[in-house]
């Protein structure tokens, strides 16, 4: 069974450029949901995606944005890349109907810089 | 608004000594909350969890208990080892919403 990966590992950008993260849901889910992580905190709930449709988000602004696709592989992107996007982003897949109590199998994430 | 209030770390504990990490939390209803731990080199991995009041959740020795009437969801384990040297996080969901705590670093000792 595979676990979530993520891809890139790291990634360097500047001000204002737009990046987008990859997420390759465990085996068999049908939900994943992006966090934000910076150094020193705890994971900051961005959005959840289930069978392709947005189905919650966290306190972040309309430049965070994602898709999930029919193989439930995921994207987020992000516009207008401000020095404070600069953070771990973590990817977390689950098997359950969209819901918030499922156990999430967390990916690797991504080490986004922004100069 | 809800919210996840996490015991301040580090802590470092000598094997075997007995642990507990508090977290209580703030919710407007009845949330599932969880702990979830992070190894050295490892991602996040869920510890245990508990989705109604009085619920035990309890995994590799470690137990927390969901308590309505403190809004609390302390770590607990009887006896610690090496191994259990990790990243501990406290969350909870509730209204297609997750919030995490900011994490207590442990550090066990022989």
């Known amino acids: 069974e595979t676990g979530v990966t993520q891809s890139p590992t790291h990634l360097i950008k500047t001000r204002g450029q737009q990046v987008t993260l990859r997420c390759s849901s465990q085996?068999?889910?049908?939900?994943v949901s992006w966090y934000q992580q910076a150094l020193g905190q705890g994971p900051q709930f961005i959005f959840q995606?289930?069978?392709?449709?947005?189905?919650g988000r966290g306190n972040f602004p309309p430049r965070f944005s994602g898709l999930q696709f029919p193989n439930y592989s995921s994207e987020l992107n992000v516009n207008a890349l401000e020095l404070d996007d600069s953070a771990l982003y973590l990817c977390?897949?689950?098997?359950?109907?969209?819901?918030?109590?499922?156990?999430?199998?967390f990916g690797p994430g991504t080490r986004l810089t922004v100069l | 608004g809800n919210s996840v209030t996490q015991m301040e770390g580090p802590v470092t504990l000598s094997e075997e000594a007995f642990l507990t990490i508090n977290c209580t939390y703030t919710?407007?209803?009845?949330?599932?909350l969880f702990w979830y731990v992070q190894y050295p080199g490892e991602g996040l991995q869920l510890l245990l969890k508990?989705?109604?009041?009085?619920d035990k959740g309890s995994n590799k020795g470690f137990e927390a208990t969901y308590r309505k009437e403190t809004t609390s969801f302390h770590l607990e384990k009887g006896s610690v080892q090496v191994s259990d040297s990790a990243v501990y996080f406290c969350?909870?969901?509730?209204?297609?919403?997750?919030?995490f705590g900011t994490g207590t670093s442990l550090t066990v000792i022989p």
């Open positions: 977390a897949s689950s098997l359950g109907a969209g819901g918030y109590a499922d156990e999430q199998f």
């Open positions: 085996s068999g889910h049908n939900t």
């Open positions: 995606y289930y069978r392709e449709e947005e189905n």
């Open positions: 919710a407007t209803g009845y949330p599932s």
């Open positions: 508990a989705t109604k009041a009085d």
């Open positions: 969350a909870l969901s509730y209204g297609n919403q997750f919030y």
